[in-house]
């Protein structure tokens, strides 16, 4: 895959014009179910065209500058979108910075212009509820108007459901939130993820007997405060011993919340016990995958009681990942 940071760095950065591009456009955070039927149905157009699959997404999210105070937190930081677009199968990922200036553009401009005479697509893929243009005037049938105009066709990719649960990241979020990340996992077609940096906390759970990974998250979405049964992936794992060449893939207990036990009003923090794991992992890299919730964040009334229950949860995480 890929990366272009803008419409008219393509010639620059790829040494070339896209070739028979078939584009598929959305936000695409979350890369969920949905967007990842828009890429399939991209890569089908591509390959039968003999041309290559574009995702074009947008940063940051327009809602950011057209309505911060109502803007979503973002499932995943831009960078492991674009990853996520090309492991579902785009060759190029055009990332388009969303300005004033880009949201003003009328909806036919944006056919003609970003589409047509700077991409130069042969067919674009769109969700049925992709609106463009300026004041989101453009739809669907506008779309297919103008493509038929300006030489590339559109496809049009249905409601994706799963279960009766239509595939959206404000659904995937939703779930997250409240700490049903079962339910995200469903639409996303992988478990929820948390990646970040490990960087150093209060010491606290080294003085318990149970050193935890503190991260630092690269994305703004954390589920409801709580205990999880996660999978951490170290994703820099020089130096270390390895199962895999390249990797270390460890079963996990994840705590989110405020540490009520040791401090009061404290400030939220993500920390991971990577079971079986002995080793230090300051400034690595960690991907903490949630597979199930297993219980609420809670005071205990001492340090013993704590203990106890840490090693509950972390049988029953060994149990759920065996």
């Known amino acids: 895959m890929q990366l272009v940071l803008g ?8 040494g070339r014009g896209l070739r028979r591009a078939a584009i598929a456009i959305g936000n695409f955070d979350g890369v969920h179910r949905g967007h990842q039927a828009l890429i399939e149905t991209a890569r089908r157009l591509a390959d039968t065209a003999g041309g290559e699959v574009v995702a074009l997404t947008f940063d940051p999210h327009p809602a950011r500058l057209l309505a911060p105070a109502l803007a979503p937190p973002l499932i995943f930081s831009l960078p492991r979108r674009a990853e996520l677009l090309g492991e579902a199968g785009a060759d190029v990922v055009v990332v388009e910075p969303f300005t004033r200036e880009f949201a003003s553009i009328e909806a036919e401009a944006f056919a ?3 589409l047509g005479r700077d991409l130069h697509p042969a067919h674009v ?3 049925y509820d992709f609106s463009f243009g300026k004041g989101r005037r453009g ?9 038929a105009r300006h030489g590339f066709g559109v496809s049009i990719v249905r409601r994706v459901s799963v279960h009766g649960l239509t595939c959206s990241s404000t659904k995937v979020r939703e779930f997250v939130l409240e700490g049903r990340v079962e339910g995200a996992a469903v639409l996303m077609g992988r478990p929820f993820e948390i990646t970040g940096q490990v960087v150093r906390g209060a010491g606290r759970g080294r003085g318990i007997g149970f ?20 999978r951490a992936s170290i994703l820099d794992p020089d130096g270390l011993t390895a199962d895999e060449p390249g990797k270390i893939s460890l079963a996990a207990a994840l705590s989110v919340g405020t540490n009520p036990t ?5 400030a939220v923090t993500v920390e991971a016990y990577l079971l079986d794991f002995d080793g230090d992992l300051y400034g690595r890299r960690l991907r903490i995958q949630l597979i199930e919730r297993l219980r609420d964040e809670q005071r205990f009334d001492s340090q013993e009681a704590l203990v106890r229950q840490i090693q509950t949860d972390v049988e029953r995480t060994r149990e759920l990942l065996r």
């Open 7 to 14: 419409r008219t760095a393509v010639q620059a950065a790829l």
């Open 112 to 114: 003609s212009e970003v």
């Open 125 to 127: 893929v769109v969700g």
């Open 139 to 147: 739809d669907t049938a506008l779309l297919e108007a103008l493509g």
């Open 211 to 230: 050193p935890t990974a503190n991260l630092r998250p690269d994305a703004e979405l954390l589920p409801k405060a709580g205990i999880y049964a996660a």
């Open 262 to 266: 040791f401090v009061a009003n404290g």
